[in-house]
């Protein structure tokens, strides 16, 4: 895992009605990311989706937010690795993870979609390449299937939040080391955080 990442993507679904919504973790990982570089996102029409620039680790990543709605996540993502000629194993997606806590994160690269709508079009749109790297936000499972959709698109509750935010915080904190190829010592420090509840 020694691939130096050159973009960054934010999974969720577009609009004021999903802002801030569990399935929307990849995407404000990303704007916060932005954010915390003092660049603004801006609509880009060639990329579907919101984009900028940052350096990390002396290199230039680029960041992006589609705003397709999830299902159609790749059709943003082809679109920017295409134009810049960057290959799957140089690609980071946050997105939410059902399989996880709230306030745990996870760095992983490769594997299925695991049912996620977004990562499922990602992997398809890349010629069914799913060696990109995620960063896993865990929002954890409201215990039965049919429950799943009304749970991610609801907002979660300030405690849970919190904790949510924590976890992405030191993600931001070790994206450095990620970014620049040292996968191994960014996953040790993220995989021991625990949020203070």
């Not at 397709?68 to 799957?88: D, E, H, R, W």
């Not at 980071?92 to 059902?98: F, R």
């Not at 799913?130 to 979660?156: C, D, M, Q, W």
Request: glycine share 12%; aromatic share 8%.
């Amino acid at each position: 895992m020694q691939d130096q990442i050159q973009l960054i993507v934010g999974l969720g679904n577009p609009g004021q009605k999903y802002d801030q919504t569990r399935h929307n973790a990849g995407a404000d990982f990303v704007g916060q990311l932005a954010a915390r570089h003092l660049i603004r996102l801006k609509p880009e029409t060639k990329f579907h989706g919101l984009y900028g620039k940052i350096t990390l680790n002396g290199n230039p990543v680029h960041l992006l937010i589609p705003t397709t709605f999830m299902n159609l996540s790749g059709q943003a993502v082809a679109s920017l690795a295409n134009f810049y000629k960057i290959p799957a194993e140089q690609i980071l997606v946050a997105h939410d993870e059902l399989d996880l806590p709230p306030g745990v994160a996870r760095f992983k690269q490769g594997g299925g979609h695991g049912g996620h709508n977004g990562l499922r079009d990602i992997i398809s749109k890349l010629g069914n390449n799913k060696n990109f790297y995620r960063l896993r936000i865990g929002i954890g499972h409201p215990g039965s299937a049919g429950e799943v959709t009304g749970f991610v698109l609801k907002k979660a509750p300030a405690s849970e939040f919190s904790i949510t935010e924590a976890a992405c915080d030191e993600a931001m904190r070790v994206l450095e080391q990620a970014a620049g190829g040292d996968w191994h010592k960014a996953m040790t420090t993220l995989h021991s955080f625990k949020p203070n509840n």
